[in-house]
């Protein structure tokens, strides 16, 4: 299996390097497909995990109090820490996920149908070039997002807590 997902993924890489998925199969077809997946499959599914490691972040909305849901790449980052990036496909503004774990850093994450507690800890400037370098060691390029959406991306570390009781 992994040797597809492999093949996969060196098919797929350059694809997400082009001006038409930044524009327009990321931000535009990409997340109503994560979302008919997921209701089809009963959250068991995500369209994004076959070519990258991925979960689904549980929020509150920053504005709206409300939950929201986003899936989202992420990468390992040690003893169950996962590490978020928020690129919004090269775009010029924030991803508002972003916004609500400023607000709100107390959230939860499903990966592979399970989900759990976590806590939002942005990271450091003196971090930033060590966390990129890890992120890119698993997707090659990824940087490239940040240069060319003209701001600093927001990166997050979600550490696992323990439920409260």
Known sequence: MAAVVDAVRSL??????????RRVIGPVFLPPVERLVA???R??????????PSLVLHTVG???GEPRDVPLMYTPDGSGRAIVAGTNFAGARHPAWTANLLAHPDAAITVRG?????RATPVADAERDAVWARI???WPGYRNYERESGRTVRLFRLQPVRAQA
């Not at 797929?12 to 998925?21: C, E, G, M, S, Y």
């Not at 959250?43 to 990258?52: C, E, I, T």
């Open 12 to 21: 797929i890489a350059p694809l997400t390097r082009t001006r038409v998925f």
């Open 62 to 64: 920053a504005k709206s």
């Open 43 to 52: 959250g068991r599914v995500q369209v994004s995990a076959l070519l990258v």
């Open 114 to 118: 399970r989900r759990m507690p976590v």
């Open 136 to 138: 890119e060691a698993q």
């Open 39 to 41: 209701w089809l499959s």
